[in-house]
């Protein structure tokens, strides 16, 4: 895996593995919080919320409000993935281990 692929902001996957080992159930509140505005909220913001802005505050009137619907597609499916606790991985999506989101049922086979 590589590590240095950003995930949230200049947060990088091998900061979220350092910061994970200290997220067990029942640990500090706290950490939790911290976690959630550093990983989960600056995901949303800098992938997601930042570009709609840019986008609508450009008023080119050029297409930009498709490209506003494409990303908000994309929020959808990525808010339904995290609730579902969903990981895609070049593949189809597998549910990650150790959470208490429901697991998607597996898709039925030759259809």
Not at 14 to 35: E, I, M, V, Y
Not at 49 to 74: M, R, V
Request: charged share 20%; aromatic share 10%.
């Amino acid at each position: 895996m590589n590590t240095s692929v950003r995930i949230a902001g200049r947060k990088t996957t091998a900061d979220w593995q350092q910061s994970r080992q200290a997220l067990a159930p029942g640990a500090d509140a706290n950490l939790w919080q911290k976690a959630f505005n550093t990983y989960f909220v600056e995901r949303l913001t800098s992938r997601y919320l930042k570009p709609i802005e840019l986008l609508q505050t450009a008023h080119t009137f050029d297409g930009e409000g498709f490209s506003i619907l494409a990303i908000h597609c994309s929020l959808i499916e990525f808010l339904e993935s995290t609730l579902q606790g969903l990981s895609y991985r070049r593949g189809p999506p597998v549910a990650e281990t150790g959470t208490n989101w429901p697991q998607r049922k597996p898709a039925r086979q030759g259809l």
